[in-house]
């Protein structure tokens, strides 16, 4: 994967940030994977293919009910024609925003570090749930349930909305609240229909100039949601997934403390993984995965 021949601002878990100008960025998704807030050493190869070109499905689905972070900025308009061509399905020209520095999740079942939080206090997230709830239970109704980004290596936390009122302000959080059950709730019932159960999600925001709030990052990818088939869901039981949950579980069987550094995947797992992503994408978008030409 080529280096675009501009500064590079940012490199995250997934992501590379370029300056373009005062008002754009260009965002190149590597195949870079991460777990439990870690890099992984092993990358899943042609991921950041299917990270953007799922993102930018969906950026599109939801346009009407959020403004988002694309332009019409074209990569030939920013690079030379053979870096145009080797990142034009990993990379796009997004707007320059400020950050939220908050990530904004979504829960619809009670799985992962719900189910966990769940069973020690019968809460989510500082949330009362009744008794006798089932892992992967669907929940009376999504729930909004806010964390903390993380510096690199450290690992994003729960947080109240209380706590995120304090952080950006009542208005802006009750923003972000609506409009993430609004995104998830239009998400969930195209997924349904496709046959996927999307179970939770996380979206980041940003302010443009005018203080108006956008959708930026990814959305409702593998990355950044949890995909079960539908026809295998049962509550008390782990369903299997399209997502890196199956990366998290093998991990989970190893002895490994979730600090740096990460160990290696068998190629097994890496082959599986690709799979689980490349279906997701069909089943979604309705249009078999084709890769870079």
């Not at 046959?195 to 996380?202: Q, W």
């Not at 740096?260 to 249009?287: D, F, K, N, S």
Request: include cysteine; glycine fraction near 6%.
């Amino acid at each position: 994967m080529p280096a675009p021949d501009l500064p590079l601002l940012y490199r995250g878990k997934v992501r590379d940030v370029y300056a373009v100008d005062n008002q754009h960025l260009l965002m190149l998704a590597s195949d870079r994977l991460s777990a439990f807030d870690v890099i992984l050493p092993d990358a899943i190869p042609g991921k950041g293919e299917i990270l953007t070109q799922l993102s930018n499905f969906w950026f599109a689905r939801t346009a009407a009910l959020q403004a988002n972070h694309l332009t019409r900025v074209a990569l030939t308009d920013i690079l030379p024609a053979d870096q145009a061509q080797a990142l034009q399905r990993r990379a796009v020209v997004v707007r320059r925003l400020q950050p939220l520095p908050v990530e904004a999740i979504v829960r619809g079942y009670l799985i992962g570090s719900g189910w966990k939080d769940y069973q020690a206090s019968g809460e989510l997230c500082g949330i009362a749930l009744p008794a006798g709830l089932r892992l992967a239970q669907q929940l009376a109704e999504p729930l909004f349930t806010p964390s903390s980004k993380a510096q690199q290596g450290a690992h994003d936390e729960n947080i109240s909305f209380a706590r995120m009122v304090e952080l950006i302000g009542s208005e802006l959080a009750q923003a972000v609240r609506a409009v993430s059950l609004a995104l998830y709730q239009h998400a969930f019932a195209h997924a349904w229909e496709r046959g996927i159960i999307i179970a939770d999600c996380k979206f980041e925001f940003g302010l443009d100039a005018q203080q108006q709030l956008v959708l930026m990052d990814e959305v409702f990818t593998p990355d950044a949601a949890r995909f079960w088939p539908r026809d295998a869901w049962q509550p008390g039981h782990n369903p299997p997934s399209y997502d890196k949950q199956f990366v998290r579980d093998y991990l989970e069987t190893l002895d490994w403390n979730k600090q740096p550094p990460a160990p290696h995947l068998p190629a097994a797992v890496i082959a599986a993984t690709l799979q689980r992503y490349q279906q997701a994408y069909t089943l979604l978008t309705g249009e078999p995965w084709k890769g870079q030409a």
